[in-house]
């Protein structure tokens, strides 16, 4: 299997503007999480689906960012408008659930708002 | 709720060194301990993991046994190297609970030559 899938790997844009960043995760993974990581704050839980519902959102910071997953092999989160401060390395991981806790992870997309 | 706690870093160690990097939990349940580790530029990855209270998982020259009497999972390695250096955390799944993982922070370990 290839993995999971992000796209893209880095994105360089100016406050204000749309980004949506996609993940793929690995075919037969029930669960899909999105995860943000920084260096003031660590790993920080977004949100998380299974079987393509959104199950807990609570992470998500604010109204600006949404995600979704239309199907069993496509995810996005999108932040509208971006500000400075959503600069960091966005996760995209999965797990095949079933009670063995272990997930799998992209490589992440780098995301910087100027 | 559950929680990780894991030590600080950097850790810094010249190369061939013992490394530990200590982890303790608390957790309600059942969990299952996993340590995953972030080398620079990449996502994490599993390294290994232990299901129950005294097994040992082990992987790469790594291991960690699962303590349940002193809530601990610390992370061994006996003689590191160079390419060992990268982010390592701990992190726990109960079994009997939400099952989604809690991470630790993560500690940073950087081996010199």
């Known amino acids: 299997d290839a993995g999971v899938i992000q796209s893209p790997r880095h994105e360089v844009t100016e406050m204000g503007q749309e980004v949506t960043l996609r993940c793929k995760p690995i075919?037969?993974?029930?669960?899909l999480f999105w995860y943000r990581q920084t260096m003031m704050r660590g790993l920080e839980l977004l949100i998380y689906?299974?079987?393509?519902?959104?199950?807990?959102d609570s992470g998500m910071p604010e109204d600006r960012f949404s995600a979704k997953m239309p199907n069993a092999s496509f995810s996005t989160l999108k932040i509208q408008p971006s500000e400075p401060r959503d600069s960091a390395v966005y996760f995209c991981?999965?797990?095949?659930?079933?009670?063995?806790?272990?997930?799998?992870f992209g490589e992440g997309s780098r995301l910087t708002v100027l | 709720g559950d929680s990780v706690t894991q030590m600080e870093g950097p850790v810094t160690l010249s190369e061939e060194a013992f490394l530990t990097i200590n982890c303790t939990y608390t957790?309600?349940?059942?969990?299952?301990l996993f340590w995953y580790v972030q080398y620079p530029g990449e996502g994490l990855q599993l390294l290994l993991k232990?299901?129950?209270?005294?097994d040992k998982g082990s992987n790469k020259g790594f291991e960690a046994t699962y303590r349940k009497e002193t809530t601990s999972f610390h992370l061994e390695k006996g003689s590191v190297q160079v390419s060992d250096s990268a982010v390592y955390f701990c992190?726990?799944?109960?079994?009997?609970?939400?099952?989604?993982?809690?991470f630790g922070r993560g500690t940073s370990l950087i081996v010199h030559p």
């Open positions: 991981a999965s797990s095949p659930g079933s009670g063995a806790g272990e997930l799998f």
């Open positions: 075919s037969g993974h029930d669960y």
């Open positions: 689906f299974n079987n393509n519902v959104p199950i807990d």
């Open positions: 957790a309600t349940g059942y969990p299952s």
């Open positions: 232990a299901t129950k209270a005294d």
């Open positions: 992190a726990l799944s109960d079994q009997r609970g939400s099952y989604i993982p809690t």
